[in-house]
């Protein structure tokens, strides 16, 4: 909520939006130095083999080819997805077995792409099949292939648990579903992608390329190519588009900077759609298992609760995703006992990792799944049981039993607001007159109530720094990596608030290691909490330091030196000021820190979607979706609505459209568009977004992340509403994406 005479909490225009518009911002295959190579890697089109042999002689006699590399030649080492995972070792390019269609057999650098592609073909590899792992459900079983024959867990990568009593036994009502959070893809509109360029500084290389978390990077690279760290620069100018799949070094990256070394000229990759589909890292893949008691007063007694995760071929962060779902598992409820446990197994699949809300948005699909199925059975409203069993807004700060330390929360609030703008009790009457005059065209309402974490794992620092230059203008620098969210603008914002100079008079400066010593990126929603408030102490810190140069300059108290047009001035006489110019001319007026809140915060909210769905065909169209999502004090609430609008629409995407299939030998049967089913903004409406406030005592701004939290509630509510639609016919549960085919299948199971 804004304050008088504050520009927070109003929304302001982003800065950053001319110069995507115009082109003027530029992608790292916008640029293409003099002399620069292309890089193609030769990929595995069998799941699971041991690789006989590898013949690069026709590749190398081709026009234009100027190395190829395989597993035996490019001398790189094979490197763990994850530290607590080393037995997983991935090649950068695999040498003696592969493990997933898509796997790197060999890379060819060539004078030209078109010649990459045709030398690529010429790569001759002899493969001796092995059975394959494509359904993490058969991933345990006895006789089941190993593809790790070196892990004592067999195909288990990491296992989890928490609680042994799940306050079961003396429930008067037991409600039970298991559902399946299918594998997802990122399908960022501009794929991965690297640009190599050796030699500075200082003999070494500069990494041009679309991550998320550049900063961090740097010492991983030096390190694995046998650099020193400051021979090593490392940048990401525009980014389009992450979503979690755009962080961390992948063997791609390695395998062109290596060739780039050895080459010494720029080498270029650039992948391709169907590339991307297999080879960057998908998301979701868990099959999640409740039973939830209940007393006679429809009161959670406890809760039990088994995760399956997929880990995909290379176990990596995808596989440690399950402890935050454990983390929160018990969601915005009161629940006394909790019997968590979560199974992360390999299978011959592209690997796992984080996708936009990484483990959070399991937990609430399956607590908001379970809590619908118990309503059902209880003959409870869904809101309702919601609200009897919500932690209450004076028990915050609220220690779970799973480990999250909550910050603050109204979670009956946020539900109160999205009932209200969405006409709830409309809506049920409409539903049940379509269902007495026999309408094929059903009315289904869905609900979710949902909290998450934001800036998990540790993520809660970051580094900022303030400089005011001798124009008179300020330089920020973050250790976040903006692409896409409006951080040119929020910070922008904060300078403004702090310091009174223009917003277009302060410039941002990110993603580059000779720019920025330290980092940890932009993902876990976590940017505005810690880089924004470092940006806000940083900028109060500057300030204190100008009041006293102005104070020697105009012959007053510090005390009584204030903000104003273009500088400073005397409290009261504005005439007596000095400019920032000026006051930057006559010494160095600048700020650093590493701000740390010290935890994590917890965002919240509460979604109603509204479905139609056709019993005759089982077409279902999402007709209306309404989010309040809590995410702390806003800053700009165009900010906040952008992210809310684009987060419901993925949510959407999972419920109804987006699905990854491998068939029974685990070749993808999903690698292009074509196949993959995203929706466009014609699928779907325009969405009712808006905000309660509840700040976060964490940190300076109040602010909470938001990034993901429209992703986490919308998912939940919508897949809630299509059974919702259809529970009075008999079904119970349809698994998503709720397709039209299982909705009919669902009906006609109902019907025999």
Request: with cysteine.
């Amino acid at each position: 909520m804004a304050n008088s005479g504050s520009i927070l909490g109003n929304s302001v225009v982003r800065r950053e939006d001319p110069g995507l518009l115009t082109g003027a911002e530029r992608y790292y295959d916008d640029l293409t130095p003099e002399g620069t190579a292309y890089i193609t890697f030769v990929r595995s089109p069998v799941a699971h083999a041991v690789i006989e042999s590898v013949d690069v002689s026709e590749a190398q006699a081709m026009e234009g080819v100027l190395a190829v590399h395989t597993g035996e030649s490019i001398g790189l080492p094979a490197t763990p997805g994850f530290p607590m995972l080393p037995v997983f070792e991935r090649p950068q390019i695999a040498h003696d077995r592969v493990r997933f269609v898509g796997d790197i057999v060999a890379a060819v650098v060539t004078e030209t792409r078109e010649q990459g592609t045709d030398a690529a073909e010429m790569v001759l590899v002899d493969y001796d099949p092995l059975p394959a792992v494509a359904d993490p459900r058969k991933a345990l079983d006895e006789g089941a292939e190993v593809i790790w024959p070196q892990n004592e867990g067999g195909n288990l990568a990491f296992h989890t648990e928490l609680g042994d009593d799940d306050g079961l036994a003396g429930a008067a009502h037991v409600a039970e579903v298991t559902m399946e959070s299918q594998r997802l893809a990122a399908v960022p509109m501009e794929p991965n992608g690297i640009l190599v360029e050796p030699g500075l500084p200082g003999g070494g290389m500069t990494v041009t390329l679309p991550s998320q978390s550049p900063i961090g990077l740097k010492e991983g690279f030096a390190g694995l190519l046998g650099l020193d760290g400051d021979k090593v620069r490392i940048l990401a100018p525009a980014v389009g588009g992450g979503f979690g799949a755009k962080t961390g070094i992948y063997p791609e990256y390695l395998v062109a900077a290596k060739a780039a070394l050895d080459l010494g000229r720029p080498v270029k990759w650039t992948e391709s759609r169907s590339e991307d589909m297999v080879s960057l890292v998908h998301g979701r893949g868990h099959t999640l298992t409740a039973r939830m008691g209940f007393d006679g007063d429809g009161l959670i007694t406890g809760l039990n609760l088994h995760v399956l995760a997929d880990s995909g071929a290379y176990p990596a962060i995808g596989s440690f995703l399950t402890v935050l779902t454990q983390t929160m598992s018990q969601g915005v409820y009161r629940i006394p006992k909790i019997k968590f446990t979560g199974d992360s197994v390999v299978t011959n699949t592209t690997q796992i990792a984080a996708y936009r809300g990484a483990g959070r948005p399991e937990a609430t699909q399956i607590l908001e799944r379970v809590l619908d199925v118990a309503a059902d059975d209880l003959g409870i409203d869904p809101a309702e049981i919601r609200r009897r069993n919500f932690i209450a807004s004076d028990q915050f700060p609220y220690a779970t039993i799973t480990g999250a330390q909550y910050d603050s929360g109204e979670y009956n609030k946020a539900l109160d607001a999205a009932l209200a703008a969405s006409g709830y009790d409309e809506l049920r009457a409409e539903q049940a007159a379509r269902r007495q005059s026999g309408s094929t065209k059903l009315l289904g309402i869905g609900l979710s109530s949902y909290v998450e974490i934001t800036a998990p794992l540790g993520l809660h620092s970051e580094y900022g720094r303030v400089d005011v230059v001798s124009d008179g203008t300020v330089e920020v620098r973050v250790g976040t990596s903006a692409h896409g969210q409006g951080h040119e603008t929020a910070f922008s914002m904060i300078v403004h608030e702090l310091l009174g100079v223009p917003m277009e008079n302060v410039k941002l400066i990110q993603s580059d290691t000779d720019e920025i010593p330290r980092g940890q990126g932009t993902m876990g929603s976590r940017s505005l909490q810690t880089a924004g408030s470092a940006v806000y102490r940083a900028s109060e810190e500057v300030l204190a330091q100008a009041k006293e140069l102005a104070a020697q300059q105009l012959e007053a108290s510090a005390d009584d030196i204030v903000v104003g047009d273009g500088g400073l001035h005397v409290a009261g006489v504005p005439t007596q000021s000095v400019s920032w110019a000026e006051l930057a001319a006559g010494a160095e007026i600048s700020y650093e820190l590493d701000f740390d809140q010290g935890g994590s915060s917890f965002p919240f909210g509460a979604h109603v979607a509204v479905v139609e769905v056709d019993t005759e065909t089982g077409g279902v169209e999402l007709v209306r979706h309404v989010a309040v999502d809590d995410c702390g004090t806003v800053l700009n609430p165009l900010l906040v609505a952008g992210q809310q609008h684009g987060g419901v629409a993925q949510g959407a995407a999972q419920a109804l459209f987006e699905w990854v299939q491998y068939d029974d030998d685990a070749n993808p049967r999903t690698a292009n568009l074509t196949d993959y089913l995203m929706p466009s903004a014609a699928e779907l409406p325009s969405f009712e977004v808006s905000n309660t406030e509840t700040a976060s005592p964490l940190n300076p701004l109040g602010a909470k992340g938001i990034g993901e939290s429209g992703t986490i509630g919308s998912t939940p509510a919508i897949h809630n509403a299509v059974v919702d639609a259809v529970s009075h016919l008999g079904v119970v549960h349809i698994d998503m994406p709720t397709t039209p085919e299982r909705i009919w299948r669902a009906l006609a199971a109902t019907s025999t």
